[in-house]
């Protein structure tokens, strides 16, 4: 079965710092991996995607993720963050069916 | 990418009773999914709709809990019944994206039961 961890709860940062949120899969098939963002009462809103080819992927508003098979880990991340990145972030997996992390908050501060 | 039109956005309802959410796509889709959200938790699937055959219900909900309808391709309604404080959560729909590759979702509707 596949299950999907999110090492970090909440992350605070200080506007226009880097931010890493860290995100590992377990799956014993090859899966597709996903990241969404959930702005304060609001819907879900897909920020980027690994399907398959490069590692690296890069997706709206800035932020890029990493897939990394021997650690199976997809780490998003964004150079430099601010006050508007505010928000929920769920790491997702699966092909049919998602299955979703806990979520990480995200709190940029001035 | 499909858009989804989900409401109620939100309601306040009394214990015991019934809501009804309904989803809407602007687009033909086989399969629909409900999702639901408790405070502070992540989201869990509750069952995938198709179109013309009864729902699958993911482990730990079921039918008469959360009757799912799916008349048409673009169309789907959760019904959350009997409802207790324990079912205040958001619902959310979705649907694949085109190729298959991602979801898209619904803008949720905040249920409180009191």
């Known amino acids: 079965a596949q299950s999907v961890t999110q090492l970090d709860s909440q992350v605070p940062v200080f506007e226009e710092a880097p931010v890493e949120l860290r995100c590992n899969y377990s799956s014993s098939v090859s899966v597709y991996l996903f990241w969404y963002v959930q702005y304060p009462n609001q819907g879900l809103q897909l920020l980027l995607k690994y399907l398959s080819g490069s590692t690296l992927v890069k997706g709206i508003n800035g932020f890029e993720a990493e897939f990394n098979k021997s650690q199976t880990s997809f780490h998003l991340r964004k150079p430099s963050v601010h006050i508007s990145d505010t928000a929920e972030y769920f790491c997702?997996?699966?092909?049919?069916?998602?299955?979703f992390g806990k979520g990480t908050k995200l709190t940029v501060n001035p | 990418s499909a858009v989804i039109s989900q409401k109620p956005s939100r309601d306040i309802c009394q214990r015991g009773t019934s809501l009804t959410i309904q989803c809407q796509v602007d687009s033909q889709v086989t399969m629909m999914f409900w999702y639901r959200q408790q405070p502070g938790q992540s989201l869990t699937l509750i069952a995938t709709?198709?179109?013309?055959?009864?729902?699958?219900?993911e482990s730990g909900f079921v039918i008469d809990k959360f009757p799912i309808s799916r008349p048409n391709l673009t169309f789907s309604t959760l019904t959350v019944s009997n409802m207790s404080p324990e079912d205040s959560s958001i619902y959310l729909c979705?649907?694949?994206?085109?190729?298959?590759?991602?979801?898209?979702f619904g803008s949720g509707t905040r249920l409180t039961v009191v």
């Open positions: 997702a997996a699966g092909s049919e069916k998602l299955v």
């Open positions: 979705s649907v694949p994206l085109q190729g298959h590759y991602g979801y898209t």
């Open positions: 709709a198709n179109q013309g055959s009864e729902a699958t219900y």
